[in-house]
């Protein structure tokens, strides 16, 4: 099983909604990541965690709120967002961080915000 | 089932010489094709893209060629630097919007 997957695929929220994106993936991969896209665009690093913790956060702001629930999850909760924050979220995961050389992608999340 | 599939997972080339990097995909509803370049612990960085309409595009000394009746793009890198050492991924977007990542393929550019 070589997958990471993301849920839902797609999510339409209003600006005063919670939602939360979930990851998964059950390679034994330590270091989980969120990234997000705009169309046309590389996508962003927004968040890492290795061990289950948070290594890194790209000053992201505080509408965004990732959460580890354990080695093989990955959640991203949301909370009044803007509509400038409509993209592709992906998650990743991979062996270990700062020692992997290869990264698994979800297939990502489409999230449009009205 | 992989869509998309980078069957290399990796490739050595003298500094100078050109490398290629070769990606196949089997949904014909992939209309927008990517690569992506990764260097240990960083996130990928975008390199260079292509539309399904288009059958070259070229970017400095990167180029990047699709071949839609084969399924099939690569990814030229004129000459190479041994810099440009990293994995290299390539991915589609599908009209429904969704995006699918290939394995990758670590190039290592010997000097």
């Known amino acids: 099983d070589t997958e990471v997957t993301q849920t839902p695929k797609h999510l339409v929220m209003g600006m005063t909604n919670k939602k939360s994106l979930k990851c998964e993936q059950h390679?034994?991969?330590?270091?989980m990541y969120w990234y997000k896209q705009k169309a046309k665009k590389p996508p962003e690093l927004m968040f890492v965690?290795?061990?289950?913790?948070?290594?890194i956060n790209e000053s992201v702001p505080s509408r965004f709120s990732p959460e580890c629930p354990n080695s093989s999850l990955l959640n991203l909760h949301l909370h009044a967002l803007q509509p400038e924050d409509s993209a592709l979220y992906l998650c990743?995961?991979?062996?270990?961080?700062?020692?992997?050389?290869?990264?698994?992608f979800g297939e990502g999340s489409w999230l449009t915000v009205v | 089932d992989q869509q998309v599939k980078q069957n290399s997972p990796s490739l050595s080339v003298q500094e100078g010489r050109i490398s290629i990097l070769n990606c196949d995909y089997t949904?014909?509803?992939?209309?927008?094709f990517l690569w992506y370049k990764k260097y240990p612990a960083e996130g990928p960085t975008f390199l260079i893209s292509?539309?399904?309409?288009?059958d070259k595009n070229e970017d400095g000394r990167f180029t990047v060629f699709l071949n839609k009746s084969a399924k099939h793009l690569s990814l030229h890198i004129v000459p190479s630097q041994p810099g440009d050492s990293a994995v290299y991924f390539c991915?589609?977007?599908?009209?429904?919007?969704?995006?699918?990542f290939g394995s990758g393929t670590q190039l290592t550019v010997l000097p």
């Open positions: 990743a995961s991979s062996p270990m961080y700062r020692e992997e050389n290869t990264i698994y």
């Open positions: 390679m034994g991969h330590r270091a």
């Open positions: 965690y290795s061990y289950e913790k948070l290594s």
């Open positions: 949904n014909s509803m992939f209309d927008y």
């Open positions: 292509i539309s399904s309409i288009k």
């Open positions: 991915a589609a977007v599908s009209t429904a919007r969704q995006l699918t």
